[in-house]
């Protein structure tokens, strides 16, 4: 089955600053979803772009989808301490990728946000 | 909202017993729900999808045999991983699929920290 790739792998930026993760994919997809992380917790679902969708905003976080490219793009502005996680994209290619109906994640960038 | 509950959070036990984790939505019907396996520092795998009244789907790689799926009902779902071993020990983690919904909907549970000694 397909596998996202996220990079950087790890990102430290400083409080204040914007921090972006990109997201790679192979196969044709329906939709793709951003999650967070905190360590040893469960997942936050924090937006989904469609395949039809270019670019969604929520709060501080903006999302791409460049379906040519097989790419995503998450920004998150203004960072503040409290987003320190591990942030996934995944994919949704249920019949599309000829692969599972569930949702393939990539490997996750993890986020440090120095006070 | 839609809320998933797993039970239990975190499970302790010993090489070559079972353990069986449950996946409830609590406040919607779920036809199908999923299961993913996260190792430390790693990424969720999907595992199996759990069907209402059939049998799961299993992943390449995945021993149908040594996890046990049971959807008996719209709202539950349960894995139990048999003759556990070390190896085996991992955050289980679910998700549900809204009965009707637009495909793209899941929720996702808190996750069963699985550790065998």
């Known amino acids: 089955s397909q596998q996202g790739e996220e990079d950087p792998q790890a990102l430290s930026i400083q409080e204040g600053e914007n921090a972006t993760m990109n997201c790679s994919y192979k196969?044709?997809?329906?939709?793709l979803q951003w999650y967070r992380q905190n360590s040893g917790r469960g997942l936050v679902h924090l937006i989904l772009i469609r395949s039809n969708e270019r670019e969604k905003h929520s709060g501080r976080l903006r999302v791409t989808l460049d379906t040519s490219k097989k790419s995503s793009s998450l920004l998150i502005t203004a960072s503040r301490a409290a987003d320190t996680a591990s942030y996934f994209c995944?994919?949704?290619?249920?019949?599309?990728?000829?692969?599972?109906?569930?949702?393939?994640f990539g490997k996750g960038t993890h986020l440090i946000i120095q006070p | 909202g839609a809320v998933v509950s797993q039970h239990p959070s975190r499970v302790i036990c010993k090489s070559g017993t079972s353990v069986k984790i449950e996946c409830r939505s609590l406040d919607f019907q779920a036809t199908t729900m999923f299961w993913y396996r996260q190792f430390p520092k790693q990424s969720l795998m999907l595992m199996a999808t759990s069907n209402e009244g059939s049998k799961a789907t299993y992943e390449q790689g995945v021993e149908k045999d040594k996890f046990l799926i049971n959807h008996a009902s719209l709202t539950l779902s349960t894995l139990t991983v048999t003759s556990a071993h070390p190896e085996d020990s991992s955050f289980y983690i679910c998700s549900a699929r809204k009965t009707g919904a637009r495909t793209d909907t899941q929720y996702f549970g808190p996750g069963t920290r699985l550790t065998v000694l």
């Open positions: 196969t044709s997809i329906n939709n």
């Open positions: 995944a994919t949704d290619a249920g019949l599309l990728g000829g692969g599972a109906d569930g949702l393939t």
